[in-house]
């Protein structure tokens, strides 16, 4: 029994959580020249990064560069419109791992970035988290026998699969479980 | 429950940290030469942050993104080291004061002195709770899980007389007698050594 009742998803600015968030690629364009990063970029061969290089680079780069104005970013493909689009349309059964293991997260960052979607993203992110929240708890209506989201709820609708998780919604699933499950053994023993 | 601490991989971490210090360290040196041989009087700042000269933006720029790539490399090894202490945390309320041999050997020097600290820290914090007459102190690690039943049966240690839990019914409390009663009712008694809970 866990019972130093975890919080389930604490990313603060230390956590591992928030370095794996950041780690993922983004499209930027870098407006001055590099001086001795050209090997961020092998096809080019320089030892400098020239100006206007279109180059993919991690979020935690492009976050520096663009606050220096050093560079400029455009949203990567799997935030973009067309994943918007089918977010909006049914969030429940999109794979948000397939699109990013961190979505939530690393959306929170590409929202402060200042591309042209951020206010988009911004504004899908808490409402794509609502409805899958809905089903996720749904999912686990039946504690007792249910080791995965995948059993289950046949006849009442389709559930979400574990693998389709991102990290929040899966410590949020395992720690509500595991609190489940530990107040059903302690109702037990009386 | 703790894994070995990953030497290599921090060493090698701050090893690159050095390099790209070092490499920031000559470029910067170099830009502030340059700035001295062209005679120019405003200072390296404003070099670094103008737009006239491309040339030294672009080394501005370079030297920028490495001090970028040094502080990302300290926040991996902060978040790594931070998030094994909060294991190491975790442990003692649930290992108790003195960790198993397996877990000694996974941790290093400086994990083992963060260890003993806090165990001093928690234990004086245990003791001050309950500081008032020869009370020794209160184990917060000890009950750790909700009591497995609402009314306990306890001895009555020392002559106390009449005692009036919450139901009404007053109950007197000789030397040597069983009671039993709701645990809750049971906890100001404890703390004063009046009584002592039998356990089955």
């Known amino acids: 029994m866990n019972f130093l009742a975890p919080i389930a998803y604490a990313p603060h600015p230390l956590s591992l959580e928030e370095i794996s968030a950041t780690q993922i690629k983004i499209p930027c364009r870098t407006m001055v020249e590099l001086k001795g990063f050209g090997y961020l970029d092998p096809s080019l061969g320089v030892t400098d990064l020239p100006a206007q290089t279109e180059l993919e680079l991690p979020l935690w780069t492009v976050r520096a560069l663009v606050k220096k104005g050093y560079a400029t970013v455009r949203v990567p493909h ?17 794979d948000l791992n397939r699109i990013s293991p961190h979505f939530y997260q690393t959306g929170l960052h590409l929202a402060w970035l200042p591309t042209k979607d951020s206010e988009e993203i911004a504004e899908i992110l808490p409402e794509v988290f609502k409805e899958r929240l809905l089903k996720l ?6 504690v007792q026998g249910l080791r995965s989201a995948d059993e289950g709820g ?3 609708g389709t559930v979400i699969k574990d693998s389709h998780l991102d990290t929040l919604e899966k410590s949020l699933l395992e720690s509500s479980k595991k609190g489940a499950q530990a107040m059903a053994m302690y109702f037990m023993r009386r | 429950m703790m894994y070995a601490a990953w030497e290599n991989g921090v060493r090698q971490v701050l090893d690159e940290m050095q390099l790209l210090f070092d490499q920031n360290q000559k470029d910067y040196n170099r830009i502030g030469q340059k700035v001295n041989q062209n005679d120019v009087t405003e200072n390296l700042d404003v070099t670094m942050n103008s737009s006239t000269s491309t040339g030294a933006q672009g080394e501005a720029a370079g030297v920028y993104l490495r001090h970028t790539a040094l502080e990302r490399n300290k926040d991996c090894l902060l978040a790594y080291m931070s998030t094994r202490l909060e294991r190491i945390r975790d442990l003692r309320w649930i290992k108790g004061s003195v ?10 020097e400086q994990e083992l002195q963060y260890f003993t600290d806090y165990n001093k820290i928690l234990a004086n914090y245990m003791r001050d709770i309950g500081v008032d007459g020869d009370f020794d102190g209160l184990d917060l690690t000890e009950h750790m899980e909700p009591p497995k039943s609402h009314m306990v049966y306890f001895k009555v240690l020392k002559e106390y007389g009449e005692f009036e839990p919450e139901d009404g019914k007053i109950i007197v409390l000789r030397k040597n007698c069983v009671h039993h009663l709701p645990k809750y009712q049971c906890e100001t008694l404890i703390r004063q050594g009046v009584i002592e809970i039998l356990t089955e």
């Open chain 1, 78 to 94: 799997k935030y973009g419109g067309r994943y918007r689009d089918i977010l909006k349309a049914d969030p429940t059964v999109v």
């Open chain 1, 137 to 142: 708890s749904d999912s686990y209506g039946y």
């Open chain 2, 99 to 108: 960790l198993p041999e397996a877990d000694q050997n996974n941790m290093t």
């Open chain 1, 154 to 156: 046949n006849d009442s």
